[in-house]
């Protein structure tokens, strides 16, 4: 099997490597949808170049697989057939060509339009029109970047450039089209993963349009800057670009081009997780569209606005904006575009029956539209929702992975064949089973059929990229009927035409399946090199990952988060035959524990909708010798149909080889019993039930490394939580005799890489801030008044109490004075939902997502980093399995070598006391002494008070990030 893993630096940004089709009219928005997040609904998501044609602002699509490409029409695009017969009758002028062209790429039959803008370049250049002729090139270009066809788009745009430039002067017609070409060359250039190029490129397309004087162009260019530097990684440049561009844009009288830079703006702040200012900014957009009656964009507007009501779950006034965009919709294509959202939306609250009935009218408006792009795309999305149907009732369900499609190895054989017309593999036709199992796949033929169809039109229209989405779909599906031949063949036909044009999202998929594929079919060695790949494209396309999806969480949870787990199941699977064991099982598991670390930073990243969290891999052995950092990781063993669950524990020693151990306990089980710990950790509750659960976790985690972890003097470890494990309370775990914190210090980390040494010990100075008195509907702290007081009389504190513990004032305090400690004692929540996490002021809640605000000249480098920062009265959010990466944010966010917190709120008079033993411990000066010890100290302190012995008030502390 070939390679598949990205090529060299270009796959940093390789999922731009096949643009999606650059709409050369203006038209109202962009509504794109992730290949590898899949799911038919269309997010308004501004995150692809913006081609500007004729002074008009168009924002690209991205390569992804969305009929909603073809949506926002201002006018139906139809008789192509006929417009080919016109080209062969009689002869065109070159303007006829170029226009037939467009219309042709509009369309989204690329081949087609590059063949004629060929002919106009031939006919300008004969006719020794230069102007003409570079703009037919500048088309050219971007037709043969949607084709992947990268070497011929660079010639393209190079010589029309070339062209341009060789002028000695430049009338105003010919400064415009300069300055759509530079807006090309910069599309090209991010494409190749030349980000700083693009960047610079589309800086000097905005000096060109300004000496144009088209303002609509200057704006185009700066949303593609933000993207670019988006790309780059500085999101919060982006973001203030994009506001910047809102308020230039409220200056402007009412007008069509105002509704659609509106919405453009709109869609990038969705991109970067502004939903407020999102959606503030789409309404404004929606109110001028309806003053000027215009429908088209009205549509489009409200299904940018829709999407925004389903990211934060009201899916009611979600489907009604919806419904209102599919009832304004001008074309087949917009209607089908709304009407796939609301498919999406039906099958992931479960309605299945109105789904079922959505379906005749989605497939009736595809059948009324000519191939294309769009129209493909669709027929791939509507093919998989049908494949997620169940007997009976019809249920259509959203991908969950494969597990749930290998339930049963029973087929039978059905009669039915698929034709694929001009098939290149030796088997034409391919029977379909039908799977009697608990999740069959109804009318199979049906839906081969329309996929045939899909890769039949992909090719008429020579377009690679939508037949690799098509081919892969196919294969999907014989992977569900269990034909893992046919499966294997079509997945490696996708994979072969995705990886020639470097569409990295494609391939990301197709090498995620074909390695699941292999796997059943017992082909482990293939298996793990094709989940290797789909794991490396998944890296490279890290930035892109993040804010594609109007619901982030559901789609990363089942279309990205099980590569990283299926790839690590693998990886530290036992071998099958004897021989190089041991060098074999080393390499695996260093590179399970790479995935894993790996993962820990998505979740992050898709915890924050941007890819910002970029640091250095630190090498655990030069950070302490004498900590041991522990993985666990729940799997699923999905070899050969057995589909048991493990908790898999990697172990990290210092200088020493990694070894790994697992418990065989189905995942219901093992939430099930760490349900019952954290409900038992309060008081009231069984002491003897308490300690048997405390024992029974502690047996799965460290039990089997007792003796390792004596026999290599380890004082501290460190965990990587994985999932629900994460709100474990570590240090409550029970050996039979006595608990964790009684022998070693605990610290939680989500991934080495994330966090840099910390600063050596110097006299401690620490600015502390806290709420006494009940504000915002939270109650009275009374104890965090003498909290505030001990830790003033250890440590040199400035201190800033109820009215006084402002934004405004803490702001200026943590920016005034390089303070290495910062205290808040204060409410506060820690939630998966970075909507739902914040801290408490007195005047207003500070979100997690705001939190770097307040630390602007330490993220500026101007003052240093926060060595800790303590929130000691804070709490999980009840029932969220995975809210500390809540906690995680804050630590993240405010750039906190190591940050304390609760992950339940806690008496606070206990609080105080072991806040001062805390800090009476980090500022001893006769010895040494890491935070983790100093913390696990202040718990022993309690734990030795007969008030406060149980683990209720002692157990609920954790040190994130930096230990030493």
């Known amino acids: ?130 102007l003409n002729q570079a703009q037919a090139l500048n088309y050219l270009s971007l037709a043969y970047q949607d084709l992947g066809q990268g070497e011929q788009a660079q010639q393209a745009i190079a010589t029309s450039l070339k062209l341009l430039q060789s002028r000695e002067k430049l009338e105003p017609r010919g400064v415009a089209i300069l300055a759509q070409a530079l807006n090309t060359q910069g599309s090209l250039q991010l494409t190749q993963g030349k980000t700083e190029t693009a960047l610079a490129t589309w800086k000097q397309a905005e000096a060109t349009y300004e000496l144009a004087g088209n303002e609509t162009g200057k704006l185009g260019s700066r949303i593609n800057q933000a993207q670019a530097l988006q790309t780059l990684g500085q999101y919060r440049r982006a973001n203030e670009l994009l506001n910047k561009l809102v308020e230039e844009l409220q200056t402007q009288p009412d007008s069509v081009l105002k509704a659609d830079g509106l919405r453009s703006l709109g869609i990038a702040l969705q991109t970067v997780g502004d939903l407020v200012k999102s959606k503030a900014i789409l309404e404004q957009s929606l109110a001028i569209s309806q003053q000027l009656n215009a429908s088209a964009d009205t549509s489009a507007t409200l299904l940018g606005i829709g999407n925004i009501a389903r990211d934060i779950q009201r899916y009611d006034v979600a489907w009604r904006f919806y419904q209102e965009a599919a009832n304004l919709a001008q074309t087949p294509i917009t209607t089908l575009q ?69 339930g049963t190895r029973e087929t039978r054989r059905q009669g039915g ?84 044009i470097e569409a990295a999202d494609i391939t990301a998929r197709a090498a995620w399946q074909l390695g699941r594929i292999l796997e059943q079919r017992g082909d482990l060695t293939g298996a793990i090199a094709a989940f290797q790949g789909a794991f490396a494209h998944l890296q490279s396309l890290r930035s892109d990952l993040v804010a594609v999806s109007p619901d982030v969480q559901f789609n990363f949870k089942e279309s990205v988060e099980p590569v990283y787990r299926e790839l690590v199941n693998l990886l530290l699977q036992p071998p099958l035959t004897k021989g190089q064991m041991e060098d074999t099982s080393q390499a695996n598991i260093k590179q399970a524990r790479e995935v894993i670390e790996a993962l820990q930073l998505a979740e992050l990243d898709n915890f924050f909708r941007d890819a910002c969290l970029d640091t250095q891999p630190v090498v655990l052995d030069e950070i302490d010798t004498q900590a041991a950092v522990i993985y666990p990781i729940i799997l699923h063993d999905s070899f050969r149909g057995n ?189 998966s939902n970075p909507q739902e996490t914040f801290l408490l002021t007195w005047d207003e809640r500070i979100s997690v997502k705001d939190f770097d605000l307040l630390f602007e000249k330490r993220r500026l480098g101007i003052l240093k980093p926060i060595d800790l920062l303590v929130l000691s009265a804070c709490q999980t959010a009840a029932g969220d399995k995975r809210a500390t990466l809540g906690l995680a944010g804050f630590a993240l966010r405010s750039g906190a070598r190591s940050t304390m917190a609760s992950l339940w709120s806690v008496h606070d008079e206990s609080t105080a006391a072991l806040m001062s033993e805390f800090y009476r411990q980090l500022t001893q000066t006769n010895r040494a002494i890491t935070k983790a010890e100093a913390l696990r100290q202040a718990q022993l302190t309690l734990l030795s008070d007969s008030r406060y012995d149980h683990p209720y008030f002692w157990a609920s502390f954790v040190l994130v990030g930096n230990w030493l």
């Open 338 to 406: 709304a009407q796939l959202n609301q498919l999406s939306l039906l099958a992931q609250t479960q309605q299945w029956q109105t789904a079922n009935s959505l379906m005749p009218q989605i497939e009736s408006n595809l059948s009324q539209l000519s191939p294309s792009r769009a129209s493909i795309y669709a027929r791939v999305n509507l093919a998989e929702s049908l494949m997620q149907q169940k007997n009976g009732d019809a249920e259509i369900g959203r991908t969950r992975g494969t597990r749930e499609t290998r």
């Open 643 to 831: 589909s048991a669950s493990r908790l898999e524990v990697v172990l990290s020693l210092p200088n020493q080889p990694l070894r790994h151990y697992a418990t065989q306990l189905p995942e219901e089980e093992i939430e099930d019993i760490l349900q019952q710990f954290y409900s038992s950790l309060y008081p009231g509750y069984s002491r003897d039930q308490r300690l048997r659960l405390a024992e029974e976790i502690y047996d799965w985690l460290i039990r089997p490394a007792e003796a390792d972890l004596a026999n290599s003097g380890i004082q501290t470890l460190v965990f990587v939580p994985d999932g629900f494990l994460r709100n474990l309370p570590i240090a409550a775990l029970y050996d039979g005799e006595q608990y964790i914190v009684e022998k070693y210090s605990v610290a939680l980390s989500p991934g080495l890489q994330l966090f840099p040494q910390g600063l050596e010990r110097e006299e401690l100075q620490a600015l502390t801030a806290g709420l006494t008195e009940a504000r915002q509907g939270f109650a009275e702290l009374p104890a965090v008044e003498d909290e505030v007081k001990e830790i003033a009389s250890e440590v040199d504190a400035q201190v800033l109490l109820n009215q006084e513990f402002t934004r405004t004032a803490f702001q200026k305090e943590i920016n005034g004075k390089p303070f290495p400690v910062v205290h808040l004692a204060t409410h506060g929540q820690f939630s």
């Open 1 to 130: 099997m070939a390679s598949i893993l990205p090529k060299g630096k270009r796959q940093s940004t390789a999922k731009r490597t096949s643009k999606g089709k650059r709409n050369l009219l203006l038209l109202p928005g962009l509504f794109v949808l992730s290949l590898l997040l899949v799911t038919t609904v269309v997010p308004a998501v501004a995150q692809s170049p913006i081609s500007i044609v004729s002074g008009e602002v168009r924002q690209e699509a991205k390569p992804t697989p969305n009929p909603s490409q073809e949506g926002n029409r201002r006018q139906e695009i139809r008789g192509f057939e006929g417009s080919r017969e016109e080209v062969t009758q009689q002869p065109l002028t070159p303007g006829q060509i170029l226009q037939q062209g467009r219309e042709f790429y509009e369309a989204g039959q690329f081949f087609e339009a590059a063949n004629l803008w060929q002919q106009a370049v031939q006919a300008y250049k004969n006719q020794g029109t230069i």
């Open 417 to 500: 064949t698929v034709d694929i017309p001009n098939y290149p593999l030796s088997i034409i036709h391919y029977p379909l089973s039908i799977i009697h199992s608990q999740f069959p796949i109804p009318n199979s033929q049906k839906i081969a059929q329309s996929l045939a169809t899909a890769v039949q039109q992909a090719r008429q229209i020579k377009d690679p990229r939508a037949e690799a989405y098509a081919l892969t779909q196919l294969g999907k599906l014989y992977e569900q009927t269990q034909q893992w031949q046919d499966a294997q063949s079509l997945t490696e036909q996708a994979l072969q035409i995705s990886q020639s």
